[in-house]
């Protein structure tokens, strides 16, 4: 089915550093949200891309579509301990009907 | 912002008995609700698809009459897990779409299930 690479799997970092994850698909996405788990918690939405090349900022998070639609990125300037979690790539199934979830990018963040 | 509250949150069950958790959207009408199920450090899984008055989709693999969904109003679903067996041990969250917010998911809180 349809899947996506969400790459790297796990992350440390020291506070202040910045961090990229990646969201790669093999077809073109009709759009594609990103989620923020924290630990114990439930996903929460952050955004929705669905223009090609888009970029969305949210303070220090910096959202990025790629031109064909088959990947994206998510960006933290300057982490901070409050930006530790799991963040999740979500594009939508190719019914349209549901969301289908990447592996996610653990981060972690030593002050 | 909108809402969608999951209950129970933790559960525990005898092997072979039957467990229900309710998804409700609490300040919209929800046509579309979806059922995961994560596993730790796992993603989540969809599992299926609720429309509301209609049969639950459900996707490759997971076995409709072992987790029965029923979607009877515009504000609940529920996942019924049959016959749990300890391997059903999870958590199971659900989603609701919102069509009025521009088509946003709202995620429930999650309910774990521990089947001993």
């Known amino acids: 089915g349809q899947q996506v690479m969400q790459i790297p799997q796990y992350q440390h970092v020291q506070e202040g550093e910045d961090f990229t994850t990646y969201c790669n698909s093999s077809?073109?996405?009709?759009?594609i949200q990103w989620y923020k788990q924290r630990p114990g918690g439930h996903p929460v939405f952050l955004i929705q891309?669905?223009?090609?090349?888009e970029v969305k900022k949210q303070k220090r998070l910096t959202f990025q579509f790629g031109e064909a639609k088959k990947n994206s990125s998510l960006h933290i300037t300057a982490t901070q301990t409050t930006d530790v979690g799991t963040y999740f790539c979500?594009?939508?199934?190719?019914?349209?009907?549901?969301?289908?979830f990447g592996k996610g990018t653990t981060l972690s963040v030593s002050s | 912002g909108a809402v969608v509250s999951q209950h129970p949150s933790r559960v525990i069950c005898k092997s072979g008995t039957s467990v229900k958790i309710e998804c409700r959207s609490l300040?919209?009408?929800?046509?579309?609700m979806f059922w995961y199920r994560q596993f730790p450090k796992q993603s989540l899984m969809l599992m299926a698809t609720?429309?509301?008055?209609?049969?639950?989709?459900?996707e490759q693999g997971v076995e409709k009459d072992k987790f029965l969904i029923n979607h009877a109003s515009l504000t609940l679903s529920t996942l019924t897990v049959t016959s749990a067996h300890p391997e059903d041990s999870s958590f199971y969250i659900c989603?609701?779409?919102?069509?009025?917010?521009?088509?946003?998911?709202?995620f429930g809180e999650g309910s774990w299930l521990t089947v001993v």
């Open positions: 989603s609701a779409r919102s069509g009025g917010n521009g088509n946003t998911i709202y």
């Open positions: 077809t073109t996405l009709s759009n």
């Open positions: 891309l669905v223009k090609s090349g």
């Open positions: 979500a594009p939508v199934n190719q019914a349209g009907t549901a969301l289908i």
């Open positions: 300040d919209f009408q929800a046509t579309t």
């Open positions: 609720s429309n509301e008055g209609s049969k639950a989709t459900y």
